[in-house]
């Protein structure tokens, strides 16, 4: 078993926020609109104004080896699924043991991988975008081809079901949203370029199985369902399972309460959109995006429309904090109606989790 090397045209993302082919990577006062080709979807995580769990820095996203060995772990785990490859090095050396990193479970399950796609002595041939140090054997996962001619790829947008929704309430999907996400980054203050200029990704929270705040969350690339109560819109994600309780009767945030991570939202109808504002928000070394700190005066603000068709719902977003931010950050995204999919599971394991950054 071997490895071969080539290398294919690509955008070449070396930041946290994405920009259209060919266009100048942003990181504050400018307007993204992130089209992605097939290529660049396979590298989100590395890419996008969310928080990539690796830092960009790790892998060659314009090479991409083409590995042929035998499994001899398959670690089916969230944040990240791992596959543990045996390859033949060159005549006389011994075999080496590559690590494969690939995405969540549900997002690589829309991709047509379960926990049993691989195991333990299958011979495979993988696609990869290497570790930039040659002497480390870990790449980022692109897809897997099997002897029986069986390939899977990272993950599929299975396409939406073009159901027309009669309100809000239901399961969205937002990965096929999320490839073409407009972000508008502020300006940041003094203490925000600092912050972000002294950011790593060991101080990245999900590292710790903490998931990203809103408004990240609100344009994450996975399915949201959305019930609307009496005096309350409950809002889950599939990402790390979180739950947000939108208190609708009229109250404001309190004064003195504890801060959390998603932090307290409020909200109100106007006429068919929902708006919610949220604040009081737990300190976050990346919790403006992008490395970006985020402090007590967070504050973020988001509108949930049904499209024309009724079969997406735009979300616009903004938030704010004075601390880090000279101006408000803006962005909008559409989730896909998907009212014959189900919302997937995400445990996520320290273990996986804190197994990042590898140099």
Known sequence: MSYCRTVENRVNPTGNLPGKQGSRRVFSGGIVKIIYTAALTSTFLLSTPVLGHHSPSVYDLGSVLTLQGTV??????????YIYVEVEGEPGSQPVEWELEGGSTPLMARGGWT????????????????????????????????????????????????????DISG???????????????????????????????????????IAAPVPMLT???YRS???VRDDEVLIKSEYFSVERIVYMDGRGHPE???????GHSIGHWDGDSLVVDTALFTDSPTGNSSGVPSGAQKHVTE??????????????????????MAEPSTGEVALDHVPDREMLPFECELESARRYTLE
């Open 225 to 227: 369902e959305i019930e």
């Open 303 to 324: 509108k949930f429309t049904l499209s024309e068709s009724r079969t997406q719902l735009k979300v616009e977003f903004s938030f704010e904090d004075p601390e880090f």
């Open 171 to 209: 399961v969205w999907d937002g990965l096929r949203g999320f490839q073409e996400l407009s972000f508008f980054r502020g300006e940041l203050t003094e203490r925000g370029v600092a912050g972000q200029a002294n950011y790593d990704e060991s101080q990245n929270p999900v590292k710790d199985c």
């Open 256 to 262: 003195a309460a504890e801060r959390t991570n998603q």
């Open 115 to 166: 926990d049993t796609t691989l195991a333990s002595g299958d011979t495979v041939s993988a696609r990869v975008n290497p570790n930039k140090n040659a002497t480390t054997p870990n790449a980022w996962l692109l897809a897997v081809s099997k002897e029986d001619g069986t390939s899977v790829t990272r993950w599929s947008t299975n396409g939406a079901s073009n159901v027309p929704a009669n």
């Open 219 to 221: 344009y994450m690339p």
């Open 72 to 81: 001899r772990r398959y670690e089916w785990k969230n944040p990240h699924v």
